[in-house]
């Protein structure tokens, strides 16, 4: 029987893979056969994730890219073409969520940032990647969203905004490049054991109230996560598109 989840010859990029849910998702890519390349903001962190998985005997390689910056996304693409020809694997996870406080408080330079990379980052990095995808005849986006998108988090104002607006682009993307063989979807990661989310999982009065409504009674570790995106990533989901599967622990049961 074919390996559904078999991931050999395929090109993935996965986007803040220097750590946390996008390293764990780049490690199981690529021990599932595809060449993962391993981008965030900083090239040395992304080639230590790089090195590591080739010394543990699978493809990966590392570019640096702010997906806040335009610049950034045209010039990683055009790496991935020259080097590669192709991709096949988009996982969109680079975020950013720079203020944690009263949504009234936020101020332009906090907005302008979440938005940038939050949105914008991801739609032209979907845009372009769609565009060599539907030139080679099809093709995977991932996008990393959020239970924040679904809830707002108390505090979380305008991450959560951006967060909705990925769900929302997921299934605009999902619509309209069908036809053209490319799969989107999205992961919806509830409360994960990050530095990114170490605003919430180190403060023990919120740490204990976010716990309580979590049924697993727990903080995910980001490998959890991964699994899932190996899943919408591979042919085991050869007929899903525009879904946005949530892995909170079931925490909005």
């Known amino acids: 029987m074919k390996n559904l989840f078999d991931l ?15 390293e764990s998702i780049a490690r199981l890519l690529a021990a599932h056969g595809a060449h993962v390349i391993v981008s965030s903001r900083k090239i040395d962190a992304c080639q230590a994730v790089a090195d590591s998985i080739v010394e543990n005997g699978d493809k ?22 020259d080097e590669f020809g192709r991709i096949d694997i988009l996982v969109n996870n680079a975020a950013a969520n720079p203020y944690y406080g009263h949504i009234l408080n936020t101020d332009l330079a906090a907005f302008e940032k979440t938005v940038d990379v939050n949105i914008r980052g991801y739609f032209f990095m979907s845009t372009t990647a769609g565009q060599m995808m539907a030139e080679q005849g099809g093709g ?8 924040n998108g ?13 967060k909705a607006a990925v769900i929302s682009m997921t299934k605009s993307f999902a619509k309209e ?6 799969r989107v979807n999205a992961l919806l990661p509830g409360l994960t054991d990050t530095k990114f989310a170490s605003a919430l999982t180190t403060n023990d009065k919120v740490l204990k109230m976010a716990l ?6 727990r903080v995910a570790d980001p ?24 892995v909170d622990g079931g925490m909005l049961s």
């Open 8 to 22: 050999t010859g395929k090109i993935a990029l996965v986007t803040g893979a220097s750590r946390g849910i996008g």
């Open 60 to 81: 990966a390689s590392a570019f640096a890219c702010h997906v806040g910056e335009m610049d950034q996304i045209e010039a990683i693409f055009a790496h991935i073409k």
């Open 140 to 147: 995977v986006i991932l996008n990393t969203a959020s239970v």
């Open 150 to 162: 679904i809830v707002a988090g108390d505090k979380q104002g305008i991450y959560s905004i951006t």
């Open 177 to 182: 490049c069908g036809p053209l063989n490319i």
């Open 212 to 217: 309580h409504a979590i049924p697993l009674g």
């Open 223 to 246: 490998d959890e996560m991964a699994g899932t995106v190996l899943y919408l990533v591979s042919d085991a989901s050869s007929y899903t598109t525009g879904a946005c599967v949530l």
